[in-house]
């Protein structure tokens, strides 16, 4: 099968590459950055025969259309995104234009082109925060409480409704990502330098030696600090491949949301532990909240989609984000 995956120089976008190549997929690959896209290339040259594409989803669905015709996508997997939720709620022009707008682009050239599936990458953030005595579940009304959340609310619904119908001709998977952390099992990607996630943020600090800021202590866990979903990359990946074969199975139904989680929970200074017990000794210092975090967010992961996490336990996900600082 063709696919495109747009963001896919990025984190999440590389892992997603390999395990469509290694699934037998052809695979172009649609960024805006092209420092990013020259490192991809350099990294993967006579490993997977990618194609890549400079361009921006912002640009013009018409001309996101003429990709995909020119080479004959048959699936679209939209990871292009802001994904800060702090820097959401100062650039929040910076976050309708791409999470929205891109999206309405990338849908629409989707429907024009006539690409029949399409994996949109959304967020556990749409909950807000999971109730207390059970995990977020598909089932639940959206509840966003910050900028990136409610553009991503916006990006799921611009594809209900443009691809929704009987008459729409594109199925499509819409998956919620929990905390996504971790590297590639065979160190051949993985988190850049410059990455803000927590695991990353924590192993990095421990191997140099540094003081890992935590933001808030008051958010009602067992310790006072937020509580997280942790997944790995690779399942995210494998999580596509499994969403593929979904929208292509009629008698389950091809239009759908899925959470992509482990289904277990760590809190902030549980994941410093984590890293205490494996990388090094953490020092972490508290800082106050700050906006656009919820409290808890975990998720439900039996939901009829037949993928589950294989790398996701914490050891494991530090463990191969240590491995790949060490080799980086």
């Known amino acids: 099968m063709n696919i495109m995956i747009t963001g896919g120089a990025g ?23 092209r420092h ?45 995104a802001k994904a800060d939720a702090r820097k959401a709620e100062i650039q929040a022009d910076e976050y ?23 994996i949109f990458a959304s967020t556990c953030a749409v909950y807000g925060d999971s109730p207390p005595s059970r995990p977020s579940a598909v089932n639940m009304p959206p509840r966003p409480e910050g900028v990136y959340a409610r553009t991503k609310v916006m990006g799921e619904q611009i594809i209900r409704d443009i691809l929704g119908g009987d ?33 990353s943020r924590a192993v990095r600090t421990a191997m ?18 937020c509580v997280r979903d942790y997944v790995h990359v690779a399942d995210v990946a494998t999580a596509h491949l499994a969403a593929i074969d979904r929208m292509d199975n009629q008698i389950r139904g091809n239009k759908f949301v899925a959470n992509v989680g482990s289904g277990t ?21 508290m800082k106050p909240a700050q906006s656009g975090d919820t409290s808890r967010l975990v998720a439900e992961i039996n939901q009829g989609f ?15 984000t240590h491995n790949w600082y060490k080799k980086s």
């Open 167 to 199: 008459d729409a001709g594109c199925r499509y998977a819409i998956l919620r990502f929990f905390n996504v952390a971790g590297a590639d099992p065979d160190l051949r990607t993985g988190p850049t330098i410059g990455d803000e996630h927590l695991v």
């Open 96 to 118: 309708y234009r791409t999470n929205v707008s891109g999206t309405l682009n990338v849908v629409r050239a989707a429907k024009s082109a006539g690409v029949n599936r399409l």
């Open 265 to 285: 929970s760590y809190s902030v200074l549980g994941v410093v532990q984590v890293v205490n017990d494996i990388v090094a000794p953490l020092r972490s210092e």
């Open 36 to 80: 990013s896209l020259r490192i991809m290339h350099n990294r993967f040259e006579g490993q997977f025969p990618f194609s890549y594409e400079f361009y921006s989803i912002c640009d013009s669905a018409s001309g996101l259309s003429n990709i995909m015709n020119a080479h004959d996508i048959e699936c679209v997997i939209h990871l292009a």
């Open 306 to 320: 037949d993928w589950r996490p294989g790398r996701s336990d914490l050891a494991v996900i530090v463990q191969d």
């Open 11 to 33: 984190y999440i976008g590389q892992h997603v590459a390999i395990a469509m190549a290694e699934a037998g997929h052809s695979v172009r690959i649609l960024d805006n950055n």
């Open 208 to 225: 140099c030696g540094g003081i890992l800021p935590i933001y808030g202590a008051s958010y009602g866990g067992h310790d006072g600090t």
